[in-house]
């Protein structure tokens, strides 16, 4: 019998206060078998400005010891500089597997997919963000960045990753609809950790053998998700919320 738990955040906007960090640290800490992930929008900013010197959160994420995030619209920005300086701060990778660029170096700093070895397990974690850029946009003149639909992204990449992984975990910034039509399109991934929406998910959404999960916003709860593997390969989701609120 193995578990393995991911906790998770996700729609921050900036909110994390220092009884929340303690507690998501001290989580993180007492598990030998957990990953810490964040489904985008930690940072508080919005897609017109950005701080040129980062995002102070995205360091506290790094210091309590988040693992990966993957971006949301508050994290992009239609210029590189500044996408470059909302993310950059940020310790762990920041994914996305669905933005494009003109350029590949100069969004360097987003990485489609992140793979980790926990208790034994290879667990590949995909990052999908919400369309901000598509081709058809009068953006998609001026910004080096366009976006592929993130079904369309995921159908492509997630048979690969399942040839090596013994758990995919898709991290995404949909919204719970959206993660709903993934599930049902997209065969292979185990659980969706999800944001967007800002739904609070007390168990998890169910779609053929995929479990969906969410847990709010502003840093209100903490998502627990326990996944038990049995000797003979069965698997159980379990889902609960860790009260973060002063």
Same mark, same amino acid.
Not at 28 to 53: E, F, H, Q, V
Not at 57 to 80: P, Q, S, T
Not at 85 to 101: H, Q
Not at 225 to 240: C, D, M, P, Q, Y
């Given at each position: 019998?193995?578990?393995? %738990? ?11 206060? $220092? $009884?929340? !960090? ?16 964040? *489904? ?8 017109? /400005? ?14 309590? =010891? /988040?693992?990966?995030? %993957?971006? =949301? ?7 590189? !500089? ?12 920041? +994914?996305?597997?669905?933005? @494009? ?34 081709? $058809?946009? +009068? ?6 960045? #366009? ?5 369309? !992204? *995921? ?14 975990? !898709? ?5 719970? @609809?959206?993660?709903?039509?993934? *599930? *049902? ?8 950790? =999800? ?18 999960? $969410?847990? =709010? /916003? #502003?840093?209100? /709860? ?25």
């Amino acid at each position: 019998m193995l578990d393995f %738990v991911i906790l998770h955040t996700n729609d921050l906007h900036g909110k994390l206060s $220092q $009884q929340a !960090a303690e507690i998501i640290a001290r989580e993180k800490n007492s598990c030998d078998t957990c990953i810490l992930l964040d *489904a985008g929008d930690a940072i508080p900013s919005g897609n017109i /400005y950005w701080r040129p010197w980062g995002e102070p959160i995205l360091c506290r994420m790094a210091d309590i =010891g /988040y693992d990966a995030m %993957v971006m =949301g619209n508050r994290e992009f920005h239609f210029l590189a !500089a500044g996408l470059e300086s909302k993310v950059k701060l940020a310790r762990f990778p920041v +994914l996305s597997a669905n933005i @494009r660029c003109t350029k590949r170096s100069i969004c360097s700093c987003i990485v489609p997919t992140v793979t980790f070895c926990i208790a034994g397990l290879s667990v590949a974690v995909l990052g999908l963000t919400v369309p901000m850029i598509t081709k $058809q946009m +009068l953006a998609a003149k001026i910004s080096p960045f #366009w976006f592929e639909n993130p079904i369309s !992204a *995921a159908k492509d990449i997630v048979p690969s990753l399942r040839d090596n992984a013994d758990i995919i975990i !898709a991290l995404t910034h949909i919204g719970l @609809r959206t993660d709903m039509e993934l *599930a *049902a399109a997209v065969s292979g991934i185990d659980i969706v950790v =999800g944001g967007h929406s800002h739904s609070l998910l007390s168990e998890p959404v169910w779609v053929d053998d995929t479990a969906i999960v $969410q847990a =709010g /916003y #502003w840093g209100h /709860y903490l998502g627990k998700t326990e996944l038990t593997i049995s000797s003979a390969g069965k698997r159980t989701v379990h889902t609960s919320l860790i009260d973060l609120r002063d």
